[in-house]
């Protein structure tokens, strides 16, 4: 999955590992929920947090124990540290993963847009910390309007189209 250099790795990403001549070092790993992965030989490596680059940089530090000069790669497979949902009326409700920064319009418009029995005027954003919920009228922004209200969302939003 193609992310950005300054991506950082969640608890619930999914890294293969690669080492360039050595496959028994290669593997795919689950970023447990305390941050850590493990792979042959190196067990609860701390990468949440780390971009990619630097958990290649850490796990060819490690890996030179055992193997001379190891070239590393590390890509992220699956995110699940960072998702958003949407609800309600809109073609395709559920979980997407937010690799770069998307806002409320652009959520709906991946989830397929709005269904004919959607109310417009009626959209919110349910905030995971906090419990807070901020009204958009989809409708206002898409004729430009309210623009504000097109608010960027974070890791664990919900949206809701009533």
Not at 80 to 100: D, F
Request: hydrophobic share 40%.
């Amino acid at each position: 999955m193609p992310v950005g250099p300054d991506y950082r790795i969640g608890a619930g990403d999914v890294l293969r590992v690669s080492v360039f001549e050595e496959p028994q070092f290669s593997t795919s790993a689950v970023v447990r929920p305390d941050g850590k992965i493990s792979i042959p030989l190196i067990s609860d490596l701390p990468v949440a947090g780390m971009t990619p680059d630097a958990a290649q940089r850490q796990l060819a530090e490690q890996l030179s124990r055992f193997i001379k000069h190891p070239r590393v790669t590390v890509i992220i497979e699956e995110i699940h540290s960072r998702i958003v949902y949407v609800t309600g009326e809109v073609q395709h409700p559920g979980a997407y993963p937010l690799i770069s920064p998307m806002n409320v319009v652009q959520l709906i418009a991946r989830a397929g847009g709005p269904t004919e029995f959607a109310k417009r005027k009626e959209v919110y954003v349910l905030h995971q910390e906090g419990g807070v919920r901020i009204k958009v009228n989809y409708q206002m922004v898409l004729a430009g309007k309210h623009l504000e209200e097109n608010i960027g969302l974070i890791p664990g939003d919900t949206v809701v189209v009533p």
